[in-house]
C-alpha cells in the first residue's frame, strides 16, 4: 500500500509496547505513566452526570462549539489569575487532551525541515507529535535546575527554531523543575534577538501536584511576547475525560481552533459539561490536595528504597512533585540490558532512551511513583537494585 511518506519514521510508543509485558500481576509495574485511580471522584462524577443532564438536557449531547464549553472556558482562566496572568475565556481552546494541544500547535507552527528544541530528556509524546511534521530536533541539555540556558541561546542563535518546547514543572520523564531563575532568564533569551523567530510552548500538566517546596510561577508570567501554555485535567480529576487546554493569545488560538475544526469539530460536551459541574459543585483544590499528599507520600518511600538498595553510584533526582524520578545508572551499564534483568526480577520500568532525540540517554531510566502502594514502591526498587548490582558484577 501506498502510505504517506511520514510513516516511514512514524514510531508506536515505546512505553506502550512495555505496558504489554507488564500486564503480568505478579510483576510491580514503575513503567507506566498512570495517575492513582483511588483518587478519581466516581461518586461525585455520578452526581455531576445526573445534574447537568436534569438541568441541560439534550445541550448535553448535542454538537458544540470548537473552543469549548465557555463555563469550563472562564474556569481555566480564572485559575491563571493565581499567579496574576490575565487570560480572558477567548484566549482558552478547550483540546482533547493536552496532547491533542500538541498536535494543533504542530500544525499551526510546523513545516518540514524546520528546527524544533525539545530538552534532553524530552517528553515522549511531544518528540512523537512533532516527529510527523518532518522536522529537525535541536536538543538541549536538562540540568537539575531546568534547561541549560547558555546552550539554549546559543542553539536559538544557530538553528532559529520554530518552536521550543518546554515541561517546566515535575518534568516528564526526569521530574526536573525550573527554578525561578531559569524561568526568568528563558523568558528573557526567547525575548531577545537570538530568540526572536522561536515560539515557546509552556506544557505544564504535573504543575499542580507539588508536595515539597515553594510553586513558582509559569515562565509565561516573565515573557514580554507571545507564547502557548499547555494545560490537563488529566493529572488533577481524571484522564479518561480526555480534556486539556491552549492558553494563548487571541492570534494562536484562532489559528488552532481552524486546525481543531478539521481534526475534531470539537471536544466531547457531554465530557465538558459533567466536568464543569463537577468543578462548580466541588473543591477542585481540596480534591487535588488528596493527590498530592497520596504522591508525596509514594514519592518518599521510591527516595528513602532508592537511598536503601540502590548502589551508590546510581543518581537519582528527588523531585518536589509529579509522578516521575529519574536514574542515571553507572558509567558503562544499558538500562535496556537492566529492562531484561529486571524482568527476570518481576519489576519493569521504562529505558530513557526514547526520551533522547539523539539516541543517547543509553545509562538513564524512568521510574513512576503515582500508581503504586509505598510497600509495592520499596519492593520493586528493592528488586530493581538487587537487578543492578548484579549487573554491576557481571
Ligand atoms: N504533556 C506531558 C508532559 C505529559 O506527561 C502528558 C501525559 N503523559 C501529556 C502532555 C498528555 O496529557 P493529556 O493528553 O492526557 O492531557
Redesign the pocket.
Known amino acids: 500500500m501506498r502510505f504517506a511518506t511520514r510513516m516511514q519514521t512514524a514510531q508506536r510508543s515505546f512505553i506502550r509496547e512495555i505496558l504489554k509485558v507488564t500486564a503480568d500481576p505478579q510483576i510491580i509495574s514503575l513503567a507506566g505513566?498512570l495517575p492513582s485511580p483511588e483518587h478519581f471522584p466516581c461518586a461525585a462524577f455520578v452526581e455531576a452526570t445526573r445534574a447537568e443532564l436534569g438541568d441541560a438536557g439534550p445541550a448535553c449531547l448535542q454538537y458544540s462549539t470548537t473552543e469549548g464549553h465557555p463555563e469550563l472556558r472562564a474556569f481555566i482562566a480564572k485559575r491563571y489569575e493565581r499567579w496574576g496572568l490575565n487570560f480572558s475565556p477567548d484566549e482558552i481552546l478547550i483540546?482533547?487532551?493536552?496532547?491533542?494541544?500538541?498536535d494543533l500547535l504542530a500544525k499551526v507552527f510546523l513545516d518540514p525541515g524546520d528546527a524544533v528544541v525539545v530538552e534532553r530528556p524530552g517528553?515522549?509524546?511531544?518528540i512523537q507529535t512533532f516527529s510527523l511534521f518532518g522536522v529537525r530536533f535541536t536538543p538541549v541539555e536538562l540540568e537539575d535546575d531546568g534547561v541549560d540556558t547558555a546552550a539554549l541561546e546559543q542553539v536559538l542563535r544557530a538553528e532559529r527554531p520554530k518552536l521550543y518546547y518546554t515541561?517546566p514543572n515535575f518534568?516528564?520523564?526526569s521530574g526536573v523543575t525550573f527554578s525561578q531563575d531559569k524561568r526568568v532568564a528563558v523568558a528573557e533569551i526567547m525575548y531577545s534577538p537570538s530568540g526572536e523567530d522561536t515560539v515557546l510552548i509552556e506544557?505544564?500538566?504535573?504543575g499542580e501536584l507539588r508536595f515539597l517546596g515553594q510553586d513558582l510561577p509559569p515562565i509565561r508570567k516573565f515573557m514580554r511576547k507571545p507564547s502557548a501554555l499547555?494545560?490537563?485535567?488529566?493529572?488533577i480529576v481524571a484522564?479518561g475525560l480526555?480534556?486539556?487546554w491552549i492558553a494563548a493569545d487571541k492570534e494562536v488560538i484562532e489559528q488552532c481552533v481552524t486546525v481543531k475544526q478539521a481534526a475534531d469539530l470539537h471536544t466531547s460536551t457531554f465530557a465538558q459539561r459533567v466536568l464543569a459541574r463537577f468543578l462548580r459543585d466541588n473543591d477542585l483544590d481540596a480534591h487535588i490536595e488528596k493527590i498530592r499528599k497520596t504522591y508525596g507520600e509514594r514519592r518518599q518511600a521510591m527516595v528513602e528504597a532508592i537511598r536503601e538498595h540502590f548502589p551508590s553510584q546510581a543518581k537519582a533526582t528527588e523531585p518536589e512533585g509529579g509522578?516521575?524520578l529519574w536514574i542515571t545508572l553507572p558509567e558503562g551499564c544499558s538500562s535496556l540490558a537492566l529492562f531484561d534483568a529486571a524482568i527476570q526480577e518481576k519489576v519493569a520500568f521504562v529505558p530513557g532512551v526514547p526520551f533522547y532525540t539523539d539516541g543517547s540517554g543509553e545509562r538513564t531510566l524512568r521510574l513512576n511513583f503515582s500508581n503504586a502502594t509505598p510497600e509495592r514502591i520499596t519492593e520493586g526498587i528493592k528488586r530493581l537494585g538487587r537487578a543492578i548490582g548484579r549487573m554491576l558484577e557481571s
Open positions: 505513566g483540546t482533547t487532551g493536552s496532547q491533542q494541544g500538541l517528553y515522549l509524546g511531544a515541561v518534568q516528564n520523564p506544557d505544564n500538566p504535573y499547555l494545560g490537563s485535567f488529566s493529572k484522564p480526555r480534556i486539556g509522578m516521575f
